[in-house]
């Protein structure tokens, strides 16, 4: 034993209780959440009024359908490549847009940790 003044526990985590803990998380932060889909939703707006996206295989003006999808996929930094953007203005958008969408990344994951944490200590874990 490397501690052997120390006691092991065996507590579980309850999944439920670790779900219902990110969830009250996440509704705390529904401001902020809101916040960052508003400003999803305008950039995606401002993409496909200024944004000159194409879709690649046809060289045609995106829909908005396809312009939604591109911005969608761009917040989710998988970036297919199948809709880009033509103008500067457009360019500047889809990295405003890939910002956005690691900082929704981060805000979640971090509201996820921080769920296990507090469902953990319920649980009679000590987290040092």
Same mark, same amino acid.
């Given at each position: ?35 960052? $889909?508003?400003?999803? /939703?305008?950039?995606? *707006?401002?993409?496909? &009024?200024?944004?000159? =996206?194409?879709?690649? %295989?046809? +060289? ?38 890939? $910002?956005?969408?690691? /900082?929704?990344?981060? *805000?979640?994951?971090? &509201?996820?940790?921080? =769920?296990?944490?507090? %469902?953990? +200590? ?7």
């Amino acid at each position: 034993m490397d501690n052997p003044g120390k006691e092991v526990v065996h507590a579980r985590i309850q999944p439920r209780q670790a779900i219902a803990e990110f969830a009250k998380v996440l509704w705390h932060l529904r401001a902020i959440l809101a916040m960052l $889909l508003i400003l999803f /939703l305008a950039l995606s *707006v401002a993409m496909y &009024s200024v944004g000159g =996206a194409v879709d690649i %295989a046809t +060289r045609t003006q995106s829909s908005l359908g396809q312009t939604f999808y591109f911005c969608a996929v761009t917040a989710l930094t998988i970036g297919y490549g199948d809709v880009v953007p033509t103008t500067t203005l457009g360019r500047i958008v889809a990295v405003s847009l890939g $910002l956005l969408g690691v /900082l929704i990344t981060g *805000v979640v994951t971090a &509201s996820a940790v921080y =769920a296990i944490q507090v %469902a953990a +200590r319920r649980a009679g874990l000590r987290l040092d």
